[in-house]
Nanobody
């Protein structure tokens, strides 16, 4: 089993920056990719960014491309999401997820494609 714990959420003004972290523990050797999702009130959970651990390949949702950066530290089994130029529409609970296999974008971006999830961390962007 793998446990995933997010941290670092908070309140920030529009245009500001915030970094959230995700620490994995347990059978971390089984993790191939880690990703961030977010869910705003009344909306479905949506893909934000992903990282393939072996070679740091990344992929982003169009809505955050150029503003958010996902990175990882394999020695610490930790993934980060640096969020810059934040907008009020970025307000959501941010979830970290991990999966045991790679695949096409079709399977990597839906929430159902992930094996392990954290409890989420709230990010609020004020206007």
């Amino acid at each position: 089993q793998v446990q995933v714990v997010e941290s670092g959420g908070g309140l920030v003004q529009a245009g500001g920056s915030l970094r959230v972290s995700c620490a994995a523990s347990g059978r971390t050797f089984s993790i191939v990719a880690m990703a961030w999702f977010r869910q705003a009130p009344g909306k479905e959970r949506e893909f934000v960014a992903l990282l393939r651990r072996s070679d740091d390949i990344t992929y982003y949702a169009d809505s955050v491309k150029g503003r958010f950066t996902i990175s990882g530290d394999n020695a610490k089994n930790t993934v980060y999401l640096q969020m810059n130029n934040l907008k009020p529409e970025d307000t959501a609970v941010y979830y970290c997820a991990a999966r045991r296999s790679w695949g096409s974008i079709v399977v990597l971006t839906p929430p159902g494609g992930y094996d392990y999830w954290g409890q989420g961390t709230q990010v609020t962007v004020s206007s």
